[in-house]
């Protein structure tokens, strides 16, 4: 059971011990994570559950296929830390994992 | 019951009521009024109405979202009344519609819409400026259509001649008036791009067309076809819905003066007054086909069955959004159902959202606390999108000077 911490859009940090095989985005909305929405249920169409992963563990995360790259060159805070939240398929391995949802828009 | 209906043998008579979704009963007092009352009357979760040929209406707002999610149930190559149409997303389920997301996604990104903010804000302003001098407007026309229809024309570089007509088309498929197939309807509109579609493949410009005639689907270059079906799509999904939004929310601040100069005095709650109208006023019941035999809530869908899930039903559950009817600019948001959910969500939402805000932004900056003129001329469509037909506001006309 991994526990990934999260920095909110608000500024709050949130220590969610998640459970193996669920995905980020949906953990998050389940601890009402500020910013992360998940408009369109994690299937690669909104967006919405953006989060800047912290530098250290960019390369650990299996890396982002070209459909999630091609939604997050779109947004407007992307960068090279930038992953789509609900993309994440969580495991022990992930344990400690802990990134930034990107400021209001 | 109709006479020469034959209900079909997995219906229960017990599940059927008399509901068209172009013309529901009571629609003068509202849309949104008119599911909620068919709600109300019924407590199953699944109804049947033997209008327009015979479907499902999914009756209860917490089903809304795994309707619209489960395509591998229900295809959303559908329509009400039946019959088949091509557009590309919107009926095409995944993984076919998949690659043509990506595309459409791409051209509607949040950086995409950040680039033309100060654009949608210079037109807004032209349009309010020249309404601020009268004393009121039939705000549908004079605005709501306008602006989103300008916009649009302008970044497909279509002549801004042809908008009207445009949106005739637009509403003829998501609230018909005749019988013709919807595959009939998109031909026409589709006919009538293909010199700017051929135009611009040959000298492509910035504009959306050429942006869309010259993308990549799954890695090689989208043809005629592909590009014709998605531009009528965005005809149709792009004229209409913006204009139906911002009528609903001034038909709304027309009604509650308090709400108004809340937000004329605090223009930084403009953002979440936007996500809160988005959610009191969903327009979309979309219509799926069944493809699976599918037991639930004690009935058995058929195959080609057609069902509607109204968005309408999801946004105003109490069980959902308490008190769902009210506006409450301090609620905790939660995701709506307005945009959709699942592989057909809405990928203009971005532009929806920018829109909406400047609008409100620049329209209470410059006008004094407007009404409703007339609540006996104020009229309603219903639809697979629904929309105002008619809203008469007024103000306080500013001295001469």
């Known amino acids: 059971m991994p526990t990934i911490v999260i920095r909110d859009a608000a500024g709050a940090v949130h220590r969610i011990d998640a459970s193996n095989g669920s995905n980020l985005m949906v953990e998050a909305r389940a601890h009402s994570v500020a910013g992360i929405i998940g408009e369109c249920g994690g299937c690669l169409n909104c967006g919405s559950c953006h989060i800047h992963v912290d530098p250290e563990w960019i390369d650990r995360l299996p890396p982002a296929s070209d459909d999630e790259w091609s939604l997050i060159e779109g947004l407007l805070e992307c960068s090279a830390e930038s992953r789509l939240a609900c993309q994440l398929e969580l495991d022990d391995a992930m344990d400690g994992l802990s990134c930034t949802v990107p400021g209001p828009a | ?401």
């Open chain 2, 1 to 401: 019951m109709t006479q020469g209906y034959i209900l079909p043998p997995n219906v229960p008579a017990s599940r059927v009521v008399d509901f068209d979704i172009y013309n529901p009963p009571e629609l003068e007092k509202g849309v949104h009024e008119a599911w909620l009352t068919l709600h109300r009357a019924n407590d199953a979760n699944l109804l049947w109405t033997f209008r327009n040929g015979g479907h499902w209406i999914v009756n209860k707002g917490t089903l809304v979202p795994e309707f619209y999610v489960n395509y591998e149930s229900f295809s959303s190559n559908a329509n009400v009344p039946r019959g088949r149409s091509n557009a590309i997303p919107a009926s095409m389920d995944p993984p076919e519609v998949l690659p043509y997301r990506k595309v459409i996604n791409s051209l509607l990104s949040p950086k995409v819409i950040k680039a033309m903010e100060d654009n949608i804000r210079a037109r807004t302003i032209a349009l309010t400026e020249q309404l601020a001098r009268r004393d009121g407007c039939e705000f549908v026309a004079d605005f709501a259509l306008k602006l989103p229809l300008e916009l649009f024309m302008e970044w497909a570089a279509l002549p801004l001649a042809d908008m009207h007509w445009l949106r005739r088309y637009a509403e003829e498929m998501m609230r018909p008036t005749t019988d013709e197939e919807p595959i009939a309807k998109q031909e026409a509109l589709a006919s009538y791009l293909d010199p700017f579609l051929n135009e611009r493949r040959a000298r492509p410009g910035d504009d959306l067309l050429s942006q869309l005639v010259c993308s990549l689907v799954d890695g090689r270059p989208m043809t005629h076809d592909e590009a014709r079906r998605i531009a009528s799509q965005f005809i149709v999904a792009g004229l209409d819905t913006v204009a139906a939004m911002l009528s609903f929310i001034f038909l709304h601040l027309g009604r509650d003066q308090r709400l108004q100069s809340r937000l004329r005095h605090s223009p930084e709650e403009i953002p979440g007054a936007v996500e809160e109208f988005l959610r009191r006023f969903p327009l979309v019941s979309r219509p799926r086909e069944v493809t699976t035999m599918f037991e639930f809530d004690g009935v058995t869908l058929a195959v080609g069955d057609i069902i509607i899930i109204p968005t309408a039903l999801h946004s105003l559950d109490d069980s959902i959004f308490p008190d769902a009817q009210k506006i409450d600019l301090d609620r905790t948001q939660q995701v709506s159902a307005t945009f959709g959910f699942g592989p057909h969500r809405c990928p203009g939402s971005t532009l929806a959202r920018t829109e909406l805000r400047i609008v409100l932004e620049e329209w209470l900056k410059r006008f004094p606390e407007f009404e409703i003129a007339d609540e006996s001329q104020v009229e309603f469509r219903a639809g697979i999108v629904a929309a105002m037909a008619r809203l008469p506001l007024r103000w306080a006309a500013r001295p001469a000077n």
